[in-house]
C-alpha cells in the first residue's frame, strides 16, 4: 500500500527533475527566404572544450522558446591555410571525425538561442557567443545522447552519374561528363519543372594571343573538360573540387583548379588559373567571360552597380538605355548585378577578385531573342548577363570567384 503511494510522487519528481535536461526537436519548417539560410562559420579555436572531440558524438542546440532545442549544423575539416579539406574523400590519412582548431562548425543565423535560464542544469561542453552586425545570440555544443532528438536534414547533393545538383530550393541540371555546361535551372517554390527551367545556360569563354606560331587561345565550356577530383556532401553546404586543363595543339597552355561551395540558395566557384612559367610570357591579352543566358524571361528588370536606379526591361529587344549598359566599366571591389523575376525571384551575382586587381572588368548585357550566341539550348538572349575580365597579370597564379545568389524576391539580395 505504502508502495502504490510512493511511485507516483517519485514519477512526478522524476518528470520535474528531467524536464530541464530533454531537448526539444526543433521544427525546420522548409523555407527559400534567404535569410532562413544564412549560414556562420565557428572556428574550432571557439569550441575549445570539445577540441580532439569525435564530431559524430557532438550536438549543437540552442535556448529558445523557453526551451532547448537540438537545431541544423554541419562540422567541417578545414586544413591550417583554410581550405576546406578533402582528406577523407581522397583516401589521405586524416584525423577523421575528430575536432581541431582549423576546423569549422556551420549553423544557420537563425537558429542562434538565448542564455540559459539558472533553472536549467544541461551540461554542456561549450557555450559559444555570436555577436556580430549581422546576428547575434548564442548556441550550445553538448555531448550527443541517442535519446535527444536531433534535427536530421537532407544532404545537399550531386549525383556524377546525372549530372544532377539539388539542395532542398532548386535543382541545377549539368551534363554528366561537363559539370561546366548547364542544361537547366529549377527553383522549386515555382512548381512544376517542366514549366519552370528558367536558364537556358551557363557560358564562360577563355581566349588569349600566343607568341609565336601558335594560333590564337580560344575555349568555351565545351572545351574545357573539368575532372571530379573530390565530393564533400553537407546538410548545410557541398563543395565539389574539379581540375580542368586547357589544350592548344595538345600543348597544355593553363590548368583551371575549381572548388564549387553550394549552399541551399548559393552557388560559389573559386577558380585558380595557373599558366606554366614557360608559357606565361607567351600569353597576351588574355578574355575571360562568364554569363548566364536565361530562358524567355521577359518581364524581368535588371539591375547592377553600373545602373543601381535605372532597372533595364528584359522585352527581348535592346534598348537605347541596354546599348549603353553593356560593356559599362564596373568597380572591381562592387560589381553585382540583380535581375528581378516576376515569380517572385531574385538572382543576384558578383566576382570577387584581389584587391590589387585593376585590370578591365566590364558588364555584358545582351536581351535579344533574334542574336545567337552558341553554345546555347534555345536561339536568342533571354537575356544573357554577366562579366568580362581582361588584360589581367599571369604571373603565378590568377584567383577569382564566381558567387550566385537566390533570394525570394522580397527580401534584400545578400550582395547589397
Known sequence: M????????????????????????????????FRDHQLIEISGKQIANALN???????????????????????????????????????????????DPYDKLLIKTKDLGETLPATNNTPYLSKISINTKEAHGI????????????????????????????TPCFKLKTQPKNFLIWNGFFYKPLGVEARNNLLDTFKLRLSADLIGPLPRMDADNQDILPTLLAIEEGPLRTHLLMNATISVLKIPVANIEMLWNIENLTIRNQATVTIPNLLANMIQQPLVTMSLDGKNLNGSTVLSSANPNRPLLVDGKMDAQ??????QSLNPQNNWILLHLPAPLDISSQIVVPKEFNSPLLLLYQDNQSLIDKPEQYPGQGPNIGYQLSNFSLTGKFVFRFDLFLSNGVEKPPIF
Open 139 to 166: 548556441i550550445y555544443v553538448i555531448r550527443s545522447n541517442p535519446l535527444n532528438n536531433t534535427i536530421k536534414l537532407p544532404l545537399i547533393q550531386y549525383n556524377k552519374r546525372t549530372g544532377i545538383l539539388e
Open 2 to 33: 505504502m508502495i502504490s503511494r510512493i511511485i507516483p510522487y517519485l514519477i512526478f519528481w522524476l518528470c520535474l527533475n528531467l524536464s530541464s535536461v530533454v531537448i526539444a526537436d526543433a521544427t525546420d519548417t522548409p523555407s527559400c527566404a
Open 53 to 99: 572531440e569525435n564530431t559524430d558524438q557532438l550536438q549543437i542546440v540552442s535556448y529558445r522558446n523557453g526551451q532547448l532545442q537540438s537545431i541544423p549544423y554541419q562540422f567541417e575539416d578545414h586544413e591550417r591555410n583554410g581550405d576546406i579539406s578533402f582528406a577523407k574523400f581522397t583516401q589521405i590519412p586524416a584525423r577523421l571525425n575528430r575536432l
Open 322 to 327: 541596354e546599348k549603353t549598359i553593356n560593356g
